[in-house]
């Protein structure tokens, strides 16, 4: 979990591999050319589409000798249809074996909200819209089965994405055996979050 928390210290900014759904080959063409220039942190999700894609660039990048594995942070997400205990581990697997990696160095809860399965991706335009029904599962149990994801050495560490501050501090630091070593969020000038 050190070498993580490192990696992302030197390492702020990262690739993201979201692309709207479409062209996972350019995003795979993207990730080789992020790695020649000096990129060592990929942010996926199952929910983009291109895990299968992406892994294999980074499979390639590795296979050449143009990084080492030890060198990348490859981050990762458990999709809300995914929050139930029992699902924890076998979601995390797919993405395992979509990759084509051993392990993933931190595994992300993407959103705080648990959904039933079944949730599907009503239309893709403007980077989606989705068709869901709520959960009751909280945040404290999905991440009570993710630490223990940590255990087996499956991911190096955990964190989150999307998480408000009141959510971490009511919700879900009060119950961790493993603290969160990041919470993704989205920010730029037309989302400054200033209390982030």
Known sequence: M??????????????????????????????KAAVEIGYRVFDLAPAYGNQREVGAALRECIETGA????DLCVMSK?????????????????????????????????????????????????????????ADVTVSETWAAMEKLVELGL????????FSIRLLEDDLLPSCKIFPVANEIEMHPYLAQPRM
Not at 87 to 115: F, K, N
Not at 155 to 162: A, C, K, L, Q
């Open 78 to 134: 458990l999709w809300q249809t995914e929050h139930e205990p029992h699902e924890v581990q076998p979601a995390l697997q797919r993405t395992l074996d979509e990759t084509g990696l051993d392990y993933i160095d931190c595994l992300l809860m993407h959103w705080p909200s648990a959904w039933k399965p079944g949730a599907y991706l009503a239309e893709s335009a403007n980077g989606g819209r989705f068709a869901f029904e709520t």
């Open 67 to 70: 990084v080492a594995r030890e």
């Open 155 to 162: 991911t190096r560490s955990i964190g989150v994405s999307n």
């Open 2 to 31: 050190e070498r993580v928390k490192e990696q992302l210290r030197k390492s702020p900014v990262g690739l993201g591999t979201f692309n709207s759904f479409e062209a996972a080959d350019q995003v795979a063409l993207a990730v």
